[in-house]
């Protein structure tokens, strides 16, 4: 871990958040057919659906787009679904942006009212549920200096976490990201066969810059 080069975290996490929000995909109704869910779920015409209760955007695409290293490595990922989880609490208040790659990569973005839950217990139920999805999960600890953490608009940075797990018979990864944004518990996480260093901090990468600007959007909407 000591031999990583340290300039492309910052670097690639401005141009993945930069990417996220830039350059929208132009307005195209089977998105609309596809994920609107009338009440909670609308088609903002920019490349985004929108989360009617917290104003969350959750992208269409997510991915580094510039330099051919981390556009192979990153690469395009696409929503797959966006959920909308029954319970208790109001239509709405529990929803799921879910994206998946045919490389095997997947990224969860859950989207929560807090009602006085803080970051840090959402950040504990998150690594709980890793463990006990992957038994055997241990976690990776990365030097300080590789260890970037996505910035809260509330103020500090989330919570972050990497996890080595078996999936398949195949080494792999879990990132986590979670805070409190406003009203909204806001948990990244991220999978993917990664198991060499690079690999590693890539999804590290992935993830931070797939929290940052859904983090923004949730707080623009106060």
Known sequence: MAMLRTLTIGAAIAAFTAAALAAPLPPAPDFTAKFSVPGIWIWDGRGHMRHEQ??????IT????TGARHKETLGLI???QLSVVEGDSPRGDDVRCLYAHRDGRRISVAITRARGRNGH???EHEIAAVKDAYPGAYRIDLPRRLDVSPHNPDGGNAFTALYHVERDGRSGTVAIAADVVGEWILVVDAF???SKPQEVVDLLVFTNGTWQPVARSIAKNR
């Not at 997510?62 to 787009?65: K, L, R």
């Open 121 to 123: 217990d959402a950040f």
């Open 78 to 80: 696409s929503l797959q």
């Open 54 to 59: 917290s104003g969350a955007l959750c992208s």
């Open 62 to 65: 997510y991915g580094v787009v």
């Open 192 to 194: 993917a066969y990664a």
